[in-house]
């Protein structure tokens, strides 16, 4: 697209990529409400759909950001260390959809038996998820990569004469 060269097939592509989406986040949401103790937010009774709603308005958010970025990519400040930030942030995102079930879930049942307010709650479960998320990216990733490059070099035959 940056390209500008789309064709029709990739526009459908496109299409199918924001449908699937929302027919998951559809059913998680569904599975979700169902397990829930409370489905009451501020006082006000929330539906199945409210969450879907609520999740697909931020995964639609976060395409519109990918395809702003990619159109304004040229006005973005070149400093090194900023570019590092925001690739970092972005090689974070994987692991952070990865883990965020698991870590999420761990501080979220955490922080209600501690008692505190659900709103901070979420927001301390994003905080941890990004944190970990960080840490495999800048961390973990670059070491597993390094171990598995060292590892197809180990075992590569040499060529027969």
Request: with cysteine.
């Amino acid at each position: 697209m940056k390209e500008k060269r789309i064709t029709g097939l990739g526009i459908a592509a496109f299409g199918v990529g924001l449908v699937v989406p929302l027919c998951e986040i559809l059913d998680r949401a569904r599975q979700i409400h169902f397990f829930l103790i409370s489905t009451e937010i501020l006082g006000i009774s929330v539906s199945p759909n409210i969450y879907a709603g609520m999740a697909y308005g931020g995964f639609l958010l976060s395409v519109g950001a990918i395809l702003v970025s990619v159109r304004m990519n040229h006005l973005f400040p070149q400093g090194d260390a900023l570019r590092k930030i925001v690739r970092l942030l972005g090689l974070s995102t994987y692991p952070f959809y990865l883990l965020h079930e698991s870590v999420g879930g761990f501080v979220l049942d955490r922080t209600s038996k501690l008692g505190i307010a659900p709103g901070l709650s979420i927001v301390l479960a994003f905080l941890a998820i990004e944190a970990v998320a960080l840490l495999v990216a800048a961390w973990l990733e670059p070491l597993l990569r390094k171990g598995l490059k060292r590892g197809i070099v180990l075992t590569r035959r040499p060529a027969l004469p």
